[in-house]
């Protein structure tokens, strides 16, 4: 039996005399339930439901309260129990519609609780109670995880909010944190203009190969005592895509945070676990990225005006790079506190403009010991920090006309093996160069294999436009040049015009010239 409200339907209990919607006491069936249709309207107050939301006989879910499209159904104080599939849906809801529930248990549920797969609904749901249910007590559009007041589950056959049906966040949304998990079937993806708040102590288990991607701003603020935490499901051992922010992105904050299991291939093959896409501001701090099966954290598509600030941040286990530049522009980047734990390759990959902008870095187990320069040249003044691990360059770097670049004491630079007309490892300078080496703490540059003369072309200074000076510097394994010339034009040092000093410094290791100096 179905009771379908195409009208209005007001059934007004009392605390001391519910109205009751039951089966008769010598039937063994379930009835299928109140369905109300489009249009209609209903306030069930003081009301208990039981046995009923019959599955219908194509083998569908049935509710016990099945909204088709009220334009405005109220329940409040009442109690659904031993529904055979659901308690309540929502679904073919019409813009402007609105449920609003106040007090409602539902116990006993052959299926879900509390099912709804359409996003115009205005929804407010205050002290609901779901207890019993076989499948799911929660299963909702991510758009309206900030519908729901002093909610409670207990005693299902899991206690977690499905997000499901489709993650477009169209509007600004926010994740409180009920004490329950958020389980994401879908990826969620914020539109621009947007705002998603997430609460501390939010939990977030992801779908294998599902992403966040947030196109507005983000605000996931969470504390050390309340961690925000994005991971996989428990039983899985794939990975999911992890979290991007792109240049519609005027804020992202991310604070005490851990990217857990991200990492899985994109569209275009890239793994990893956060993605700057040009985000306007990003502040990234106290937060943990780890079990990545990709790099850990990865910029590109940045801006001159882009602000990033990086502070205390742990990158662990992850198979590619820690952190990942490939060649992007110079911007308002500031890491402060990074600590890389054994990743699968490089520590750092990064342009040459930002290594200045990084202090407090620790390594340790890194499966390529280097930090990789992702560029080709040098634009701005900076001095370059000595990290512990040395920069490797796999071609030809320049300093630009009108750049001054200081290299600090125990900097090593290694550059890839020379090979004809394909890769051309050379340093070259058109600003001004100064390393700033000591005795102990020299600045080196050579091949990737100290032992082996001439696999470089080596340092080429070419009429600098200020005083190049060169402290407790080797310069070792160099001397090589393209089949153009003859070989006594290869030399390790090539000095063209200006004034360079060279202190203290070490000449070695080459099959030919060491030092050429020309026109000066």
């Known amino acids: 039996l179905l009771c379908e409200v195409y009208g209005t339907l007001i059934a007004q209990g009392t605390e001391s005399n519910p109205i009751v919607f039951t089966r008769p006491p010598d039937n063994t069936t379930y009835w299928q339930g109140l369905l109300f249709r489009n249009n209609s309207n209903g306030t069930l107050q003081h009301c208990q439901f039981s046995y009923g939301g019959k599955a219908n006989q194509y083998g569908y879910d049935a509710s016990f309260i099945n909204n088709l499209g009220a334009s405005q159904l109220s329940i409040e104080h009442c109690l659904i129990t031993n529904a055979q599939a659901q308690a309540i849906s929502c679904s073919d809801i019409g813009s402007g519609d609105s449920l609003t529930i106040n007090d409602a248990q539902l116990n006993g549920c052959g299926t879900d609780g509390f099912w709804i797969n359409d996003s115009d609904l205005n929804l407010a749901v205050n002290s609901l109670s779901i207890t019993g249910c076989n499948r799911n007590p929660l299963s909702i559009l991510p758009v309206y995880a900030g519908s729901f007041q002093n909610l409670i589950m207990s005693g299902n056959a899991n206690n977690y909010i499905q997000l499901c049906f489709s993650g477009s966040l169209d509007r600004s949304v926010t994740f409180p944190n009920h004490g329950y998990v958020y389980q994401c079937e879908v990826s969620l993806n914020s539109n621009s203009g947007t705002v998603v708040t997430i609460n501390p102590g939010c939990e977030f288990r992801m779908a294998d190969n599902s992403y966040i991607y947030f196109y507005g701003a983000v605000q996931a603020i969470g504390t050390a005592e309340q961690p925000i935490i994005f991971t996989r499901y428990p039983s899985s051992t794939a990975y999911w895509q992890g979290i991007r922010v792109f240049n519609s992105t005027w804020d992202a904050d991310f604070v005490y945070c851990q990217i857990m299991y991200a990492g899985s291939a994109d569209t275009y093959g890239i793994r990893r676990a956060l993605s700057n896409d040009g985000a306007g501001n990003l502040n990234l701090g106290n937060c943990l990225i780890r079990y990545s099966n990709g790099h850990g954290v990865i910029f590109e598509n940045m801006q001159n005006s882009d602000i990033a600030t990086i502070y205390n941040l742990t990158i662990q286990d992850v198979l590619y790079c820690g952190f990942m530049g490939n060649n992007i522009n110079y911007h308002e980047l500031a890491v402060s506190g990074l600590n890389i734990v054994n990743s699968g390759d490089y520590a750092i990959a990064v342009s040459a403009d930002l290594l200045d902008r990084f202090s407090g870095v620790t390594f340790s187990q ?135 000093n060279l202190n203290n410094c070490t000449l070695k290791l080459s099959n030919h010239n060491l030092l050429k100096i020309e026109d000066n």
């Open 366 to 500: 890194i499966g390529n010991p280097y930090i990789a320069i992702t560029s080709y040249n040098q634009t701005r003044s900076a001095t370059w920090p000595s990290f512990g691990l040395p920069y490797r360059f796999s071609n030809g770097f320049i300093v630009n006309d009108w750049v001054t670049l200081n290299i600090s004491a125990g900097t090593e630079l290694v550059f890839a093996d020379y090979v004809p007309y394909q890769c051309e490892p050379n340093f070259t300078v058109y600003g001004a160069l100064n390393t700033l080496g000591t005795e102990t703490q020299p600045v080196i540059f050579r091949g990737l294999n100290p032992s082996l003369p001439s696999t470089w072309i080596g340092l080429r200074i070419y009429n600098p436009d200020a005083v190049c000076t060169l402290n407790w510097t080797t310069i070792m394994n160099a001397g090589l040049d393209e089949n153009y010339a003859l070989p006594p034009e290869f030399c390790l040092l090539y000095i063209y015009r200006g004034t360079v």
